[in-house]
């Protein structure tokens, strides 16, 4: 079935980049996402990326997707400590079931 | 900014108690899904919702579990006869097309005793 990985864990300091892998087995997905989630809080949709396109940059936010590799990466320039949190990758599909298989998250954690 | 709000943000319950989260999508929103995610677990598909009937559930979502549109704003999650491993948060999100993304509520922390 779909399965979606992610590294656990990244510590970084405040000031460097971050970057945070995924790697994902279904190659029909349509879209793919970046989610964060903060303590105690909801998922927050970062930024996503369709299937046919290679990078999209949003700010301090960078998403490079190597389709043939099946490898998605979110890179957060200047991190701040406030980027602290769970970053979950997730695949979707242009579909109205199930949408979105996430991945296990990864913790980032920044300090100053 | 339009958002998805979950009711009650936590709830505790007995086991073998019936529960219902509340979900109120955003308006013009038109597929909806519940998620869960048990304590530092991947968050899990439960089951899609469009045109007020259910378009896909996974494994999880079996006979105690039931999805209802009661009006033209809610959502609701019912899980008839809770049992310890219902223990989770619980994500409502919804969407308005099938090409965007899914907006997710902050969720309902469930905690069966």
């Known amino acids: 079935g779909e399965d979606v990985e992610q590294s656990l864990f990244l510590s970084v300091r405040e000031g460097d980049s971050s970057v945070i892998n995924c790697t994902y087995t279904?190659?029909?997905?349509?879209?793919l996402y970046w989610y964060k989630q903060e303590p105690g809080a909801g998922l927050q949709l970062l930024t996503y990326?369709?299937?046919?396109?290679d990078m999209k940059q949003d700010q301090r936010l960078t998403v490079l997707l190597n389709k043939k590799d099946k490898h998605l990466s979110l890179r957060i320039a200047d991190t701040q400590t406030g980027d602290s949190a769970i970053y979950f990758c997730?695949?979707?599909?242009?579909?109205?079931?199930?949408?979105?298989?996430f991945g296990k998250g990864t913790t980032l954690s920044v300090s100053s | 900014e339009p958002e998805v709000t979950q009711t009650p943000s936590h709830q505790v319950t007995q086991m073998g108690q019936e529960v219902i989260l509340r979900c109120v999508p955003i308006?013009?929103?038109?597929?909806f899904y519940w998620y869960r995610q048990i304590l530092g677990q991947k968050v899990e598909f439960l089951v899609s919702?469009?045109?007020?009937?259910?378009?896909?559930k996974s494994e999880i979502f079996d006979d105690q579990f039931s999805v209802e549109r009661p009006d033209g704003s809610n959502f609701t999650l019912k899980i008839r006869s809770t049992k310890l491993e219902d223990s989770a948060m619980y994500f409502c999100?919804?969407?308005?097309?099938?090409?965007?993304?899914?907006?997710f509520g902050n969720g309902t922390r469930l905690t069966v005793t």
């Open positions: 919702f469009y045109n007020n009937e259910i378009s896909e």
């Open positions: 308006s013009n929103h038109l597929y």
């Open positions: 279904d190659s029909s997905s349509t879209y």
């Open positions: 997730a695949e979707g599909w242009n579909q109205a079931g199930t949408a979105l298989i």
């Open positions: 990326i369709f299937s046919n396109m």
């Open positions: 999100a919804s969407r308005d097309s099938l090409g965007s993304p899914l907006h």
